[in-house]
Nanobody, 125 residues
């Protein structure tokens, strides 16, 4: 069983940055693809970005965050990060990290096997 714990959410003004962390104690975490999703009130959970498993995992992003958000991982710390720059009010949502036992992640929540509890990000205008 893999447990994921997100942290780093909060309230920021538009244009500022936040870095979210997704930590786990799983020994094989480095092999898992890890994705970030977000869900705003009344909306479906949407894909944000993903990083592949193992060192040098490839990344890709939703068009809405491309160029502003970056996913990275530190396998020595069993942690994946979501660096969010130039935040906008429309980025306000609960952010979730999710792990897939496959080394390549997908854009659908159905592609993932384990989920964190989420962390709230609120961007004020």
């Amino acid at each position: 069983q893999v447990q994921l714990v997100e942290s780093g959410g909060g309230l920021v003004q538009a244009g500022y940055s936040l870095r979210l962390s997704c930590a786990t104690s799983g020994r094989t975490f480095s092999f898992y693809a890890v994705g970030w999703f977000r869900q705003a009130p009344g909306k479906e959970r949407e894909f944000v970005g993903v990083i592949g498993g193992r060192s040098g995992g490839s990344t890709y992003y939703a068009d809405s965050v491309k160029g502003r958000f970056t996913v990275s991982r530190d396998n020595a710390k069993n942690t994946v990060y979501l660096q969010m720059n130039s935040l906008k009010p429309e980025d306000t949502a609960v952010y979730y990290c999710a792990a897939s036992v496959r080394t390549v992640g997908g854009r659908s929540p159905r592609d993932y096997d384990y989920w964190g509890q989420g962390t709230q990000v609120t961007v004020s205008s």
